[in-house]
């Protein structure tokens, strides 16, 4: 298949794979008896539609850029391709996407997190008080585009994959992404620090602001090893999601402005991360 951007941009609509993930993390949070209202999907599904439609308009714009480059830089030794000319190479190459990938967006995670004119955007991912599976496309529209400018058009300049391989990545990462975000009790034990699970990930959204500087990989883990901010899932316990405030948008057009004045306060208390026996046992897959 085609190694052309244009194709592994097209591989990497996520359309399919999201609508799969999605419903494949519902169905096990609904198994393990989650709680979450419909309501609060409903409104997170409705930003991922607005979240889609970013996608595209992004998909155009790379496909411009990578126009302008290529009629005034040329290529040279670059893209190098990642899953070409060995044995496995669509497997390694998906790997090795995925954690240069993970790389570059750990650092612009922590820029998001440190800088309020990106935080005001990435706080609308943060605002969910009922942290569920939907939650993963509860974003604001121009985290899209500072993604896609800022992380994939310079990788799609350096690297590339066969659209087979893309579309192989795209589904995995839709997967994981929903499924960290589920409202299940799941950890892996020490193979956390390998590979993200839902109960680690939940630390990352945690309301208490000195609690939630931690965890900023979404796929792999060994980056917040190497640079400290890695903090083990704890399955004893309770940690209370959404802004440090108490605040949140209810409704389309807060998510869209993400004004911060049009938040609203939540009834839920506001609370540290605290011990809380009696929340039941966690499933482990490290057994």
């Known amino acids: 298949m085609t190694s052309t951007p244009w194709g592994q941009l097209l591989a990497f609509t996520p359309l399919l794979p999201w609508s ?109 008080t009922a942290m569920n599976a939907t939650t993963y496309v509860r974003q604001h529209v121009l985290e899209s585009v500072f993604q896609s400018v ?6 799609l300049l350096l690297f590339r994959l066969s659209a087979a391989t893309a579309l192989m990545v795209g589904s995995i990462s839709a997967m994981l992404q929903f499924w960290i975000h589920a409202d299940v009790r799941v950890h892996y034990g020490r193979w956390s620090a390998v590979l993200v699970s839902p109960l680690q990930h939940r630390w990352h959204h945690n309301r208490d602001q000195q609690q939630r500087e931690v965890n900023f990989a979404g796929v792999f883990p060994w980056i917040d090893v190497l640079l400290g901010t890695y903090r083990a899932p ?25 004004d911060p004045a049009a938040r609203r306060v939540v009834e839920t208390p506001v609370t540290e991360a605290h011990e809380m026996p009696g929340l039941g046992e966690a499933l482990s897959v490290d057994q």
């Not at 704890?234 to 409704?251: E, K, V």
């Open 20 to 128: 799969l993930a999605c419903t494949a993390a519902m169905g096990a949070e609904y198994k393990t008896g989650s709680t979450v209202r419909w309501v609060d999907r409903r409104l997170n599904l409705m930003a991922g539609a607005w979240v889609l439609l970013a996608t595209v308009f992004c998909q155009v714009l790379l496909m411009v850029l990578f126009a302008l480059v290529h009629k005034v830089v040329h290529p040279g030794y670059f893209p190098i391709m990642l899953d070409r000319g060995y044995p496995g190479a669509m497997v390694v190459g998906a790997v090795l996407w995925l954690g240069l990938y993970d790389a570059a967006y750990y650092v612009f995670h922590r820029a998001q997190h440190r800088f309020a004119w990106l935080w005001r955007f990435h706080a609308v991912h943060h605002s969910d």
């Open 150 to 155: 800022l992380i994939i058009f310079p990788m």
């Open 234 to 258: 704890d399955p004893h316990t309770r940690i209370d999601t959404g802004l440090f405030d108490g605040t949140t948008w209810s409704d389309m057009l807060g998510l869209l402005t993400a």
